[in-house]
C-alpha cells in the first residue's frame, strides 16, 4: 500500500499560512473578512471561534476556495494554492460540515470511496481503505458497508462523515462545526474519539465552532475571531484562559474560566488511584474478604476481560444469599477514558452520583478510579501554576495579538 | 460562490431513520407485490376483452364496418402511440436540458423571461395550439408533434427544475467541498436525487399527451381521435364509444408503464 493511504505513519505532514485574506462579498459594503493573516501548525487543530456573523466560516471556506478570496494568499506547505484548480486543490483537504452532507443514494461505501475514485485508485485498493476506515471510526465494515444514509442515526453519519473526509488520506482537514448537530451526549463521545484518532494521524486541522468550551477542549492553539475576522488573540488553550487578551476575549470565555480550566486537563495526566477489584467468578465469602482487607467501602467486580461489572458492598453481601457477586450491587456507571477531561469525568460523576470515576481503556477493561479529590487537587495546581505565571510575566502587552501569527 | 440556498436542509431524513434495526432498504416503499404489478394489464385486458365479445355480437351498418376493423383500429392506435411517444421524447429533449441550464446559478436573470415563454404554450387551450398551427404552417403528423411538445413541455421543465432545486443544498457543498467538478456533482448527485420529481412530471406529460393526441386527427395525424369523430359525423355512438374506451385504456396502460419506470429508475435510499 502506497504511503498515502496508510495513516498510522502520515509523515506529510503540511502547514498552512493565511497571507492577508480578504473578503467582499459582491453588494456588501463592509469586508467579511479583513485582511487575516495567520499560520497553522502542521499536526495540530487550530480552532477558529468566534461569534456569529464574525466571518469564520467564511475564513476556512476560503482555504479550500469553496469561497474566492478577494484578495491575498493561501499558502499549503509553502505552495501557493490561490492560483490551482480548486478541485483538484480539494480533493487534497478533507472536508466536514455540519449537516455531513452524506450523498442520501450512495451507501456508505459508496460515499467513503468519493475522492479516492476521483483520484482514480484501483477497486481493492478502495475497498480495503474503506474497511479500514470504517474500523477507525469505530463502525463495523460487514454491518454498515452497504447501508444507506439515511439507515444510520446521526452520531454514525457524523462517524462517515469524518470517515469519508480522510478517505484520501489528506494532509489538511477543514471542519465546519462537524459536532454541532448532535446530541450533548454523542458530541462529547464523538469528541473524544476524534481526539483519539487526532493522537495518530497528526492531521493539520482547522475547526470551526461558535462553542469556546468545544475549542478549549479540541483545540491545540484558539484562534478568537472578532468582527471581520480580526484575530483578537491566537494562542493554547491554557493562555487563552489564563490571560485573556483584551475585554472581548475575557466576555467570550465567559465566567466559570477555573472551571473551563478543567477541560484542559485529562484523565491520563493525573494520578489513578487503585481500587480493590475482584472478578466475577469470586465468591461472595472471599469478596467481603477483600473489602474487609482494604479501607474502601466497596469492591469493584470485574467480568473475565476485566470490564467493570458493579460495585459491591457490605451490604450488597450481607443480602447477597446464593446469587453470584456479579448479580449483586449497584452498577458502574461514571466510567471515563484516558482521554477524557476532567470536566468531563466530574460530569460523569455528578450525573452517576459518585465520588469515583472508573477509568478503563479502549477496550473497556478497568485501569484505575479517580476520585473528586484528584480533581479538586488538580484544580489547586492549576490556579497556583497560574498565579506563578502571572507573577513571572510582566502585564501582557495589548499590542502583540494583532493578526502576526505565532509569535 | 456555492450553489446554495441555505435555508433548505439540515437533516431531512433524521427522524425517519433514528428508529433503524433492521435493513430498510430490503423492502423499500413503492415496491409492488405481484398483485401490485398485474392489476392494471388485468383490469385493461379484462375491459377490452368485454367491449370485443360484445362488438362481436352486434350487426353492423356499412358506415360503422369502414369504421370498426382490425384494419382501422390497428393504425390508427399505433398512429395514437406514435404521437405520443414521439412528442414526449421530444418534450424530454428539450425540457431537462433547459431544466438543467435555468437552474444553474449563471441563469437566474434569464431564468423568469424564459420561463414566462414556455408558459404561454400551456396558457393557451390544446386545440387552439393545435388549429393555430394548422393555419399558420400545415398539417400533418410533424404539426401535430409540435403542437403535443408546446403544450407539454412546461410540467416536465418545472418539474425538473423543481427536482434539481429541492436537492439539499448540503449535499452539494459537500460534494464541491470534496473536488467534485460542477459536472460531475450535476451528473453524479443533482439529477439522481431529482430523478424522482422529473419522472413525475413525464408521467404527467405522457398522460396528457395520449389524450391531446386525439386532437391529432383535426390535423391529418390521424390517431384514436378519427374513431371519436367518425362516431360524432355519423352520429354512431358506438363509434365513439370504442374510440374512447381505446384511448382511456392506452392512456391507464402508459401510466402504469410510466410509474413501473418511475420506481425502477428511483435510486436507492431515497
Known amino acids: 500500500m502506497s504511503d498515502r493511504s496508510d495513516t498510522t505513519t502520515a509523515e506529510p505532514e503540511i502547514e498552512i499560512e493565511l497571507d492577508n485574506l480578504t473578503k467582499r462579498f459582491a453588494g456588501q459594503r463592509e469586508l467579511a473578512v479583513d485582511n487575516l493573516s495567520m499560520r497553522i501548525p502542521k499536526g495540530e487543530i487550530v480552532i477558529l471561534v468566534g461569534p456569529s456573523g464574525c466571518g469564520k466560516t467564511t475564513t476556512m471556506k476560503m482555504i479550500n476556495r469553496i469561497i474566492e478570496p478577494s484578495s491575498g494568499r493561501i499558502l499549503l506547505g509553502g505552495e501557493d494554492v490561490t492560483k490551482v484548480n480548486p478541485d483538484h486543490l480539494r480533493r487534497r483537504m478533507g472536508y466536514v460540515i455540519q ?51 439515511k439507515e444510520l442515526s446521526g452520531g454514525q453519519r457524523q462517524r462517515v462523515g469524518v470517515a469519508r473526509a480522510m478517505s484520501a488520506d489528506p494532509d489538511v482537514m477543514l471542519m465546519d462545526e462537524p459536532f454541532g448537530a448532535i446530541d450533548p451526549i454523542t458530541r462529547d463521545r464523538l469528541q473524544n474519539e476524534f481526539l483519539r484518532l487526532q493522537e495518530q494521524i497528526k492531521k493539520t486541522i482547522i475547526f470551526v465552532t461558535h462553542d469556546i468550551d468545544e475549542a478549549i477542549k479540541m483545540g491545540d492553539r484558539i484562534a478568537i475571531l472578532k468582527d471581520q475576522s480580526k484575530i483578537a488573540q491566537f494562542d493554547t488553550p491554557e493562555s487563552i484562559l489564563v490571560n485573556p487578551a483584551d475585554d472581548f476575549v475575557a466576555d467570550f470565555i465567559g465566567r466559570g474560566a477555573s472551571l473551563k480550566r478543567l477541560s484542559l486537563s485529562r ?36 467480568d473475565d476481560r476485566r470490564r467493570p461489572v458493579c460495585w459491591v458492598n457490605n451490604d450488597h453481601l450481607r443480602r447477597a444469599g446464593d446469587r453470584a457477586v456479579s448479580e449483586i450491587g449497584l452498577p458502574p456507571d461514571a466510567v471515563v477514558q484516558p482521554n477524557a477531561t476532567l470536566s468531563d469525568t466530574l460530569n460523569e460523576m455528578i450525573t452517576a452520583r459518585y465520588s469515583t470515576a472508573i477509568v478503563v481503556d479502549a477496550d473497556r477493561a478497568y485501569r484505575g478510579i479517580v476520585d473528586i479529590d484528584t480533581i479538586n487537587e488538580s484544580v489547586q495546581s492549576m490556579r497556583e501554576a497560574e498565579r506563578g505565571r502571572l507573577r513571572a510575566e510582566a502585564p501582557h502587552p495589548a499590542a502583540d495579538h494583532d493578526g502576526a501569527g505565532l509569535p | ?104 446559478s449563471f441563469a437566474r436573470y434569464i431564468t423568469p423571461p424564459i420561463l414566462a415563454v414556455f408558459n404561454i404554450g400551456q396558457a393557451m387551450p390544446s386545440i387552439g395550439v393545435v388549429a393555430l398551427l394548422a393555419i399558420v404552417f400545415s398539417i400533418g403528423f410533424k404539426y401535430a408533434v409540435i403542437a403535443l411538445v408546446v403544450y407539454t413541455v412546461i410540467p416536465v421543465l418545472r418539474n425538473t427544475m423543481v427536482g434539481l432545486r429541492q436537492v439539499d443544498a448540503t449535499v452539494i457543498e459537500a460534494a464541491r467541498g470534496m473536488g467534485m467538478t460542477k459536472r460531475a456533482v ?37 390517431g384514436l381521435g378519427g374513431l371519436i369523430v367518425a362516431g360524432f359525423v355519423q352520429n354512431k355512438q358506438f363509434i365513439t364509444v370504442v374510440g374512447a374506451i381505446l384511448v382511456a385504456s392506452l392512456a391507464l396502460l402508459i401510466d402504469y408503464l410510466a410509474a413501473i419506470a418511475e420506481e425502477q429508475l428511483r435510486p436507492r435510499g431515497i
Request: glycine share 8%.
Open chain 2, 1 to 104: 460562490m456555492t450553489v446554495t440556498d441555505s435555508s433548505s436542509g439540515t437533516d431531512r431524513s433524521d427522524a425517519a431513520s433514528v428508529a433503524l434495526g433492521a435493513r430498510v432498504g430490503a423492502a423499500q416503499p413503492g415496491q409492488r407485490t405481484l398483485v401490485g404489478y398485474l392489476f392494471m394489464p388485468v383490469l385493461l385486458l379484462a375491459v377490452l376483452a368485454t367491449l370485443y365479445f360484445y362488438g362481436q355480437s352486434r350487426t353492423y351498418s356499412s358506415g360503422e364496418q369502414r369504421r370498426l376493423n382490425a384494419d382501422v383500429i390497428q393504425t390508427e392506435t399505433w398512429e395514437h402511440i406514435k404521437l405520443t411517444v414521439v412528442s414526449t421524447v421530444f418534450v424530454l429533449l428539450i425540457a431537462i436540458p433547459v431544466g438543467v441550464l435555468l437552474t444553474r
Open chain 1, 267 to 302: 484523565v491520563r495526566d493525573v494520578e489513578l488511584h487503585e481500587w480493590p477489584t475482584a472478578s466475577a467468578g469470586t465468591s461472595v465469602e472471599d469478596v467481603r474478604r477483600i473489602l474487609d482487607a482494604s479501607d474502601k467501602s466497596a469492591v469493584l467486580i470485574l
Open chain 1, 99 to 149: 449537516q455531513i452532507g452524506l450523498f442520501p443514494h450512495h451507501t456508505i461505501a459508496s460515499n467513503i470511496a468519493t475522492v479516492p475514485r476521483m483520484l482514480g485508485w484501483d477497486k481493492h485498493k478502495i475497498s480495503s481503505r474503506i474497511d479500514e476506515l470504517l474500523e477507525m471510526v469505530g463502525m463495523d465494515p460487514g454491518q454498515y458497508r452497504d447501508r444507506y444514509p
Open chain 2, 186 to 222: 450535476l451528473v453524479r448527485i443533482e439529477l439522481p436525487l431529482a430523478v424522482p420529481i422529473i419522472m413525475a412530471g413525464v408521467r404527467t406529460a405522457l398522460t396528457i399527451n395520449v389524450g391531446t393526441a386525439t386532437l391529432g386527427t383535426f390535423i391529418g395525424a390521424g
